[in-house]
Each structure stands twice: as C-alpha cells, then as structure tokens.
C-alpha cells in the first residue's frame, strides 16, 4: 500500500494500519523526516509562532486568493499560503490546538451524504486519538497517543487574564472544557503538548521509535508524488521523484491512500486524470474518471483581528510559553447560522519577535462559514502549484459576521477593565505586510527594534505610529463609525486561518460533486482513496487537525474490517 502524503492523516493512518501484519505500507512525503529525536527547536517549542515561518517546512510557492471579487474593476492579488511541507504535516508547524468542534458539525456532514460520520460515531475516535490529562468522562480519551492539556491560570499573561475578565462582564463566563458540552463562554486553549510543553507532532506521537521499526512499514521523505498510476481505472502505484532532482521511479502498490491536504489532494488526483474532464482534457491529461467535485467546495475560515499596544505589566515574560492562551466562543445570531458559530483566539502577543511581544490580539474567525472557492491545476507539472481562490465573503453572511466580530473586539478591549493594561486599539489582519515584518535576519530585527522603542517611548505619537506602519491610515473609530469604512476593510484584510477544507468530499453516490463514498473510497475508480481534510463535506467549528486525525483514525479501521 501507497500512503502519498506524510501530514497529519498519513502519519496516522500508516501507524494504525501497521499494527496489522497484513498490511505493508510505504508512507511518502516531499518534505524531511522529523523525530523526537531531529525536532528542531522551533519545531519543539510549545511558542508555535515561528515553525510555519522556516521556509524549510511549507510549500515556498504556494499562493492563493482570500477574498472574492468586488467588482470587475478591483484587482486582486494573491498572497502566500503557509501550508506545510514536512513529515507530521500541520501538526509539526501549526498552533497545537486541539478542539473537535461542534457535535452538530458531524451530524451535518451524515445530512449531506457522509453516512455514518455523524457525532455518535466519531466520537469513539476522538477518544481514540487523544490523552486527556485535565479531564476524565464519557467525552475524553485517556490512553490515545496525542496528550492534551490546558494552561494553567498561573501560567496566563495578565492581558489574556484581563480580556477573559472583560468578557465575563459581557456574559461571556469562563469555562473548563472546550471540548466539552458546547456552549458559548471563554475556554482556555487545549492543546496538543507533552508533560514539558513541548510539540506532538503525527510523526512523533504516531510514528514512534517502535512504530518506525516495524518490518512491514517504509518511510520515503523528501519525495513528490507526480501522478498516480492506473490501469484503466483501477489504480496500481504512483510515479515518485526526488524533491532535489533526479529520475522519477514507478512504485507498484495494490493500494493507494492520497493523503496530500486539501489543496494538494485535488491537485495530485486532477493530475493524474481523476477530475472534471473538461478541465483535465484542456491541460491534456487523459481522464482516468470524471468527477467534476474535484478540487470544488474549498472551505475556510475567514479572519480578521483587533489589536493592542500593551503595558509592560501586561506582557508576558516568557517567550517560550504560547501565545493562544485562551479562546472565546459566541454566537452571532444571524439567521440560518448555528450556535456558537464564532471563535475569537485571545493572544498574549502578537509575534515572535520585539513588536509582537508589545502588542496583544483577539484573533477573530467566523467558526461556522458557508464561502466556497476552488482548487484547479494551472498546469500538468507536478511542481507547479496548483491555482487557489477561496473566494472568502462571497457568502454575505460571512462578511457580516467578520464585522460583528471586529465590533465585539474593539468594545472588549476598550472597556474599563482594560485600562491601565492596554490602549491604542486598532484593526489588523494577517496580511502580507505582517509576514514580512515577522521574517527573521539582522536588518529585520534592527527595523523591528527601532519600531518598537518608539512604540514604548511615545505615548503621544503612538496612534499615529500604529496608523502609518502598521493599519495603513485606518483607525477603529472609522470602522465602527461608518459600515461601509468598515465593509471595505473587512473586504481588503480578510485572511485565512490555515485550515482548507472539502475539496474532495464524502457524499452520496448519485451526488455530482461528491468524489468519495463514506468509506473514502473514489468514485469511478478501484483500490484509490483519500484520507485527509478535503473530505469533509463542510468545515466544523474547529482548528482542523485534531478532526482530521480523528477522521484517519477511523478510515484506518474501516480499512482493516474492509481486509477482514
């Protein structure tokens, strides 16, 4: 068996599927191995902030449109989209959080053709994955090889302290468990973490020493798979190349597991002549089965943030504990949306470096979204990114969501019990300009510097330093004036939250866009399935690693009763 793609699903699913003697599996990945042993320290840091920012671990080419068109005069641009490209995937860059979303996430993804995933029966598997070291009970796990943990009060900054604070004065009480009964309040984060707060990455609590030894299991990094290979259309390989250069090899399989993300999946199988015909016979690839959902339904969570100077009695001191220390879950209310439909994450900095220790952020997304973009080969060549357009806030109510969410920032960090912690509050969004500052090298940091000891000695002046260097002229008090000030700020900022989504969805067989049945299961082909984030018929209310997991935890089993 071919697992292509080493991520957060592949790493599991060759772990779960290796317990079996009966399964040999060779496990691929274009990026490099990491172990406990190899971790880098950026890498190992419970501080997720700088591990997505090493060129060495993501895709350096990889771009991708955020919102949707305004109007045909607009131009729009495209800006990088960090996805990882190393052994464990997501869970070796990204921000270690590990919350399932809402029940109701699953028990819609049984309503639009994925039989059996509803939340009854993942359940069992989210328990499976993880090691619940707070909390005991019928929702949580205690022997799973993923630990999660929560921070401790003593252990949180007096800006997120202050923020919860803020909000319990809102109507928004503080509560133990995010991943318990789902309700609206302020959680502190979960996160994915050992006993000394370090990372715990697929490739390292899945792929264990012992795992990794095992006779029946191979693992190829620093491999690109260029196309699937079939006869007729059942699939038999795939063709592999190195990533540095060299003469590409066929490896034959009796199955192969695509495993690659939701922008890369897509891509692999379009490639390789499984896609909308049409499409696939302009760049002159034979259509091996035409399934025009391919690449279709891509899903995000849309973002914006709202933003800080802060106090140095506010700040936190140890630039090794992690910044999303809490998080905040309500409900906009709009009509046709769900229950706790909103997540902001509340940082106790705003970067890894001397500016984003100064600022602090409720990063604000829209939890349950409804815009849908699309992936789309720009070329056969393997090594060409594919073309991505989330078209973010082409649904309306994703749009006024983004800007309810801007208003709930900015009364929250205004209110009293803010003073004397933090001012100058302002609008801010991931943006290109923000990644630029956060690269790391000398000149950067004497830039930074200087920026940032004008922050602090300029009190005065320091509205205006936020609104020349860091909002472009916009200011809060506009955008809360003026809905429309407001609406084109939201259109132009609006960011991703690194969490693609559906673009190979489960669904009913006579569905069109659906390309797999419940068991992952391509349609229109034999021995190929895919096992990652694009097959979520619809995006839940969650970072998406920890559902991911879940979801190859659970493909691993149907796999092996499929074997008997």
Request: proline fraction near 6%; include cysteine.
């Amino acid at each position: 068996m071919l697992i292509l793609g080493g991520g957060s699903a592949g790493c599991v699913l060759a772990a779960r599927l290796t317990e079996d003697p009966r399964f040999r599996v060779t496990l691929v990945e274009a990026g490099r191995d990491i172990s406990l042993e190899t971790m880098p320290a950026d890498i190992r840091s419970r501080y997720a902030g700088r591990a997505y920012l090493d060129t060495r671990n993501i895709w350096n080419s990889l771009q991708a449109f955020m919102g949707s068109p305004r109007s045909n005069s607009v131009a729009r641009a495209t800006r990088r989209y960090e996805q990882a490209r190393i052994l464990g995937g997501g869970s070796a860059i990204n921000a270690l959080l590990a919350n399932r979303g809402s029940p109701n996430d699953y028990d819609e993804w049984e309503r639009l053709g994925a039989l059996g995933w509803n939340w009854e029966a993942c359940l069992p598997y989210f328990r499976k994955l993880e090691r619940d070291c707070d909390f005991i009970g019928p929702l949580h796990g205690l022997e799973g090889p993923l630990p999660v943990r929560r921070i401790t009060p003593d252990r949180m900054s007096p800006f997120v302290a202050a923020v919860a604070d803020a909000l319990a004065q809102r109507g928004f009480p503080t509560r133990p468990d995010q991943n318990g009964e789902w309700k609206d309040g302020v959680y502190a984060a979960a996160l994915v973490a050992s006993e000394a707060g370090e990372r715990v990455p697929t490739s390292v609590g899945y792929l264990t020493d012992a795992v990794r030894r095992r006779p029946n299991l191979c693992i190829l990094t620093d491999r690109i798979a260029e196309r699937i290979l079939f006869e007729g259309t059942r699939a038999t390989g795939a063709l592999l190349a190195p990533t540095i250069g060299g003469p590409a090899e066929h490896m034959v399989a009796d199955m192969v597991v695509v495993s690659s993300g939701a922008i890369h999946t897509p891509a692999l199988l379009m490639r390789s002549g499984v896609g909308p015909a049409e499409n696939l016979a302009a760049l002159g690839i034979p259509v091996v089965a035409d399934r025009p959902g391919v690449g279709q339904n891509l899903m995000e969570h849309p973002s914006i943030a709202v933003s800080a100077f802060l106090q140095p009695a506010a700040r936190f001191r140890d630039p090794a504990e992690h910044h999303e220390q809490a998080i905040v879950r309500f409900s906009s209310d709009l009509e046709g949306t769900p229950h706790g439909d909103m997540h902001g994450a509340i940082l106790s900095r705003s970067g890894w470096h001397s500016i984003g220790r100064r600022l602090g952020t409720v990063f604000f997304w829209v939890n349950k979204s409804f815009s849908k973009g699309f992936v789309q080969l720009a070329s056969s060549d393997p090594r060409a990114e594919p073309h991505v357009d989330f078209r973010m806030l082409s649904d309306w109510r994703d749009m006024e969501r983004l800007k309810l969410a801007l208003r709930f920032g900015a009364e929250t960090l205004m209110r009293p019990e803010m003073r004397g912690l933090c001012n100058s509050v302002f609008p801010t969004s991931y943006s290109p300009r923000v990644a630029r500052i956060a690269v790391p090298g000398r000149s950067r940091a004497i830039q930074r510097g200087l920026f940032s000891g004008l922050l602090d000695l300029s009190a005065g002046f320091r509205p205006a330093l936020v609104r020349a260097f860091i909002t472009q002229g916009a200011t809060i008090e506009a955008l809360l004036n003026d809905d429309a000030v407001l609406t084109d700020f939201v259109s132009r900022n609006v960011g991703g939250t690194w969490h693609p989504t559906c673009t190979c969805r489960m669904g009913a067989k006579d569905d069109p866009l659906a390309v797999t049945d419940s068991a992952a299961q391509v349609y229109g082909t034999e021995n190929l399935r895919v096992c990652d984030a694009s097959l979520m018929p619809s995006i839940p209310c969650a970072n998406t690693n920890v559902p991911t997991i879940m979801m190859a935890e659970r493909i691993a089993d149907m796999m092996r009763h499929d074997l008997g």
